[in-house]
Each structure stands twice: as C-alpha cells, then as structure tokens.
C-alpha cells in the first residue's frame, strides 16, 4: 500500500494493526555519466515495489533530498547536499509526527553509504531522530521516570518488541551486511550498484554514456547487467523479509 493512495481510515487501521510504514531515506547525488541522480532512493522504492506484492506494508514518500557529502564530488548540478544536523532536525519531525499520530512500526531504510551496514553521517542523523522521538513520546505520555516506574518492570523482556518504544522506530539499511555478500558486491555507481538499477529502475539506466566515465568508482559499471541486477534485488528481498516485522 503507498501511503499517499491511502484513506484516512485505512491509514489508521493500518497503524491500529501495527502494519510496517516504511521510509525510503534517499539522496540526490553523483552517479557518474550512465545513472539517475536519483539512484540511491529509487533503488529503494523499486525493492520494496518487490515486496508490496507479497507483504502487507505501507510504503511512504520516499526523502529524496539527503546527507550526499562531497566525498563522491564536488558542488555540481545533481548533486545535493543537506547538512547532517538539519537532516536530523527534518527526520525527527516527521516520524514525531507519525509517532505521536499513533504509528509505532516504522522502518526508515537507507541505501547511501551504507556498505557493511556501517554507520555514516545520514544513518547516523537517522537513529538519532528515532531515539529523540522515543524519549519524547515516552516522558509526555507517562511522565519523568517512565522507564523507572513499575509500569516498566518487564522492559528487558520487552526488549526489541513491538512493546519496546525505542522500537517504535527502526533504522535499517536496504541491503544488510550478509544480504551484501550474496549479492556479490557493493558499490556506488559501479557494477553492482548500476545492476541494481537495471533490476528495478532500467529506464533510470544507459550504459552507452559509460565511455564518459573517467572515476574509479564507475569504470566497471560497463560490467552491469540486468540478471546482475534480478539476483541483487533477490537478495535484498530476503533480507527485507527477516529484517521487516
């Protein structure tokens, strides 16, 4: 289901149900001469296309504009940058707002930066946002001391479940750490990276423009295919599925 077709009522049985809302948290950045700008947020919404076919999910607008850095290049058309702390500031008011609204399984799902599943400046920005949120809600729904209180004896056995607040709010990358090993590789706008648009985004794709390509990074993205690209959305797909409750 994508959020914005959704009716109110459905929006909030969907909620009531604790139903997965799902954030594409992308960026508009660089990728060399052969793919979108878009790459990075449209790789993830075409996975999860994917996996709006067999589970019940709601997918919500993806954050196009994100932390890009000028690690990849620097100022040039395409290529947008947004500082971590206001980052930070914009994430945090929208899932207070889905929080306080009453959503409480809500999974923010990067693709930038995220090789290893390691921590970067705009995953980093993003956990921050959620446990802010979750501190928050929790001091102005039970008071000072909430965690304290009896009412929180069981918080240990509650740890990581749909009970736990610090929960409510999950941040994990499109591809997890051994996801990455089974699809062969990972990388920015080279091989892999460019197979992954093939397999959901072709369109977004033109490997003609490869021969304009003089940055490391990109010089194998000649080597993308589409069958690349199938496999590494398959992988993705089966790490979604664990990772996604």
């Known amino acids: ?3 914005i077709d959704m009716l109110y009522d459905e929006i909030k049985d969907a909620a009531d149900r604790k139903v997965p809302f799902i ?5 508009i950045e660089y990728h060399a001469h052969h793919a979108s700008c878009g790459t990075d947020t449209m790789v993830i919404t075409g996975c999860l296309r994917e996996l709006e076919k067999e589970k019940e999910i709601v997918v919500c607008p993806p954050i196009w504009y994100g932390v890009a850095s000028y690690a990849v290049c620097g100022p040039r058309p395409g290529h947008v940058h947004v500082d971590e702390d206001v980052y930070a500031d914009y994430i945090y008011s929208i899932v207070k707002s889905m929080v306080y609204g009453g959503i409480k399984n809500i999974y923010l799902v ?3 930066q995220t090789e290893g599943a390691g921590l970067m400046p705009m995953t980093i920005a993003c956990h921050k946002a959620a446990k802010k949120v979750a501190m928050e809600y929790m001091e102005d729904t039970m008071g000072k001391g909430w965690w304290g209180s009896d009412s929180y004896a069981t918080y ?3 740890l990581g479940g749909s009970d736990d607040p610090f929960a409510y709010v999950k941040v994990i990358p499109l591809i997890g750490a051994e996801a990455q090993k089974k699809c062969g590789g990972f990388d920015h706008a080279g091989k892999w990276e460019t197979s992954l648009m093939l397999g959901t985004w072709p369109e977004n794709v033109d490997l003609s423009r ?3 390509n003089t940055e490391w990074f990109a010089k194998d993205a000649v080597e993308a295919s589409v069958e690349t690209g199938k496999h590494m959305v398959n992988c993705t797909l089966e790490w979604l599925r664990q990772a996604i409750v």
Not at 23 to 27: A, K
């Open 23 to 27: 954030i594409p948290i992308g960026t």
């Open 1 to 3: 289901m994508q959020l």
């Open 210 to 212: 490869c021969a304009r």
């Open 156 to 158: 240990y056995e509650d």
């Open 110 to 112: 990067p693709h930038h």
